[in-house]
């Protein structure tokens, strides 16, 4: 990590993008996804272990997902005004004891306490590691968005891939060796945490102006389409990444194995669609990203109920490369809205997307113990109509041209 401490040493905060300290916390939230998708890619093995039902799964996921939603957003404000030293560490601390505690749990309640503790080191990491990659972005907010959120992509993906060849041959105890993987990400978030600590501490390092670009009704109402738009983006997502192995099962008699290989080529192209968004955000604009993104899905997500084997892998990963450019936009933009609140507004987002994704989660595992998980994909494909809503997002280039 001296490329981290030489970078804090010869040149001021934000003066350029700090690739150092982005490239090390992207890595950083690909050990923390990988960690946290371990609990979705091994659904199958844990349904079969304790004789689950779909909404008992969904259940599972509620409990991760909604720990972090519900507490990112109150993590994020409170170290906006009163910064915790090392608190991602802490973070990752969380998930490594909620790993040993699946991988060794004996009934359902020892379950859904581990995935909540996941889900707290969640809640920890994303606020804070969300705005050191914002103070390392040199002004290219939207790389340096997806260069964060595109590690925890690849971790994301890799997690099912991890699953299908480790824990899945050795089973769920073998959930306890990537502890390893937790104890690397904790020694390198403590040497980034002292860098922001050394970049927070210099005189007006990365300060942002205060004012808001529009009158405050504009800014709620501009936050609240945002967060519909993610509504829409995470409900469908959580049909994919929850029950997507489900479905090629049933569908198409695939093995196990081979549906966590097509679960991990849609999470591939998510993360491609992610590191994508940033960088044209930056170029032509975040809110031309999110039209694009949201409602050029559309047609794809409308024809993948009737699509073969061959035609839904292909669908899922286009659905997966254009749905996933979005969320960096979103975020930037929200950020853009609210000046000098980095932390509350990415926990905000950030909190809200594993909320709705684990709340549609629990829904969607009903609807699909009640009318079949087909009928799960044909609701879930008109999601991205809501993408029109764009509409009543303001011009953040106009507001800039006015103020200068």
């Known amino acids: 990590m001296s490329a981290i401490e030489s970078s804090v040493d010869a040149r001021p905060a934000a003066a350029k993008v700090t690739f150092s300290i982005l490239l090390a916390v992207s890595f950083c939230h690909l050990l923390n996804d990988v960690m946290q998708s371990l609990l979705p890619a091994v659904y199958p ?4 272990s304790y004789g689950l039902s779909f909404w008992q799964i969904g259940l599972l996921t509620t409990a991760f997902q909604g720990t972090a939603s519900l507490l990112q957003p109150l993590i ?3 170290t906006d005004r009163r910064p915790v030293e090392y608190s991602t560490s802490a973070g990752m601390t969380s998930t490594l004891l909620g790993l040993v505690l699946l991988s060794f749990a004996h009934g359902y309640a020892m379950l859904l306490i581990g995935a909540m503790l996941v889900g707290l080191g969640s809640a920890v990491f994303h606020p804070e590691s969300s705005r050191i990659a914002r103070l390392a972005s040199g002004g290219r907010h939207g790389l340096a968005q997806s260069l ?3 590690g925890g992509n690849f971790g994301t993906a890799l997690g099912p891939l991890l699953a299908a060849f480790i824990v899945l041959p050795y089973g769920q ?4 060796w990537f502890a390893l993987v937790a104890l690397l990400g904790i020694a390198i978030l403590w040497r980034i945490s002292q860098w922001g600590s050394a970049v927070r501490a210099r005189p007006k390092a990365g300060a942002e102006a205060a004012a808001m670009p529009f009158p405050r009704d504009r800014t709620i109402l501009a936050i609240a389409t945002l967060a519909v738009l993610v509504f829409s983006k995470y409900i469908y997502m959580a049909s994919l990444t929850s029950y997507y192995t489900f479905y090629a099962i ?3 008699g695939v093995s196990v194995q081979q549906s966590q290989l097509m679960l991990f080529a849609f999470l591939g192209a998510v993360a491609a669609g992610t590191i994508l968004g940033g960088p044209i955000g930056d170029r032509i604009g975040t809110k031309t990203v999110i039209w694009i993104s949201i409602l050029g899905v559309l047609p ?3 024809a993948l109920p009737y699509a073969n084997l061959e035609w839904t892998i292909a669908l899922t990963i286009v659905i997966g490369v254009v749905l996933a450019s979005a969320f960096s936009a979103i975020v930037v933009f929200a950020q853009e809205l609210v000046p000098g609140r980095v932390g509350m507004i990415s926990g905000l987002f950030f909190g809200f ?3 709705i994704a684990g709340i ?3 829904v969607l595992g009903i609807v699909a113990d009640a009318k079949g998980i087909d009928y799960v994909y044909h609701v879930c494909s008109y999601l991205p109509l809501l993408g029109l809503l764009t509409l009543f997002l303001p011009s953040l280039k106009h507001a800039k041209e006015e103020r200068a």
Do not use: C, D, E, R
């Open 360 to 362: 549609a989660a629990a």
């Open 148 to 150: 964060f959120q595109v």
């Open 300 to 302: 794809f997500t409308l």
């Open 76 to 78: 994020g404000y409170y």
């Open 353 to 355: 997307a594993f909320g």
């Open 250 to 252: 049933h569908k198409f």
């Open 45 to 48: 093995m844990l349904k079969t």
């Open 173 to 176: 105890s073998s959930i306890a």
